[in-house]
């Protein structure tokens, strides 16, 4: 078997460079969130109001059924933000100004898109620049259940990790497998 390969470049994620002021990104993965999502969130961070793990309990309330735990829906949607927002992010600095407009309950289907809001050259590292971007996840129905922003360090090009450098090996067990 041949080593040389045609490899075509993927989406690697954007640089600081990259970043516009005034651009908005449209993350392209939705997500439906299931009921197991929520009762293991709300396990995992030891959150015990039973608004989001007790159907009888949260029957009672104005809503008639389990909330979502607010803080998966702040993860959903930076997760989702990543493949366009921080591939390439050396830290987090913050989470700003998180507001949740409405509820998102199970069963809910979340998509999200993000706005530049500035960019910066960093004064203490030379290989990052900050950014700081909007983020808006929405359900189904259009409705705007979370909004908030996130400051960012991220690398410029040609700095930082590259994940690219591996290579695959093929040694004659790997070439025997694709005899199989």
């Known amino acids: 078997m041949t080593t040389s390969k045609n490899y075509v470049p993927g989406w690697t994620g954007r640089y600081f460079e990259d970043f516009t002021v005034g651009d908005v990104y449209r993350h392209p993965l939705g997500r439906t969130i299931t009921r197991t999502d929520n009762i293991w969130t709300t396990l995992l961070t030891q959150n015990s109001s039973p608004i989001h793990?007790?159907?009888?309990?949260?029957?009672?309330?104005?809503?008639?059924?389990?909330?979502?735990?607010?803080?998966?829906?702040?993860?959903?949607?930076?997760?989702?933000?990543?493949?366009?927002?921080?591939?390439?992010?050396?830290?987090?600095?913050?989470?700003?100004?998180?507001?949740?407009?409405?509820?998102?309950?199970?069963?809910?289907?979340?998509?999200?898109?993000?706005?530049?809001?500035?960019?910066?050259?960093?004064?203490?590292?030379?290989?990052?620049?900050?950014?700081?971007?909007?983020?808006?996840?929405?359900?189904?129905?259009?409705?705007?259940?979370?909004v908030f922003e996130r400051t960012m360090l991220v690398y410029k090009s040609g700095c930082g990790p590259d994940f690219t450098a591996v290579q695959p090996e093929w040694d004659a067990l790997s070439q025997k497998a694709l005899e199989q």
């Open 53 to 146: 793990f007790d159907a009888h309990y949260a029957a009672q309330t104005e809503f008639e059924r389990p909330l979502v735990d607010s803080t998966f829906t702040l993860a959903l949607i930076t997760g989702q933000s990543v493949v366009d927002l921080s591939q390439h992010v050396l830290a987090n600095l913050g989470w700003d100004k998180v507001r949740l407009p409405h509820p998102v309950f199970e069963g809910d289907t979340l998509y999200s898109e993000s706005e530049v809001l500035s960019t910066r050259e960093s004064r203490s590292r030379p290989e990052v620049g900050i950014v700081k971007v909007r983020t808006i996840g929405f359900n189904q129905r259009s409705e705007i259940v979370i």
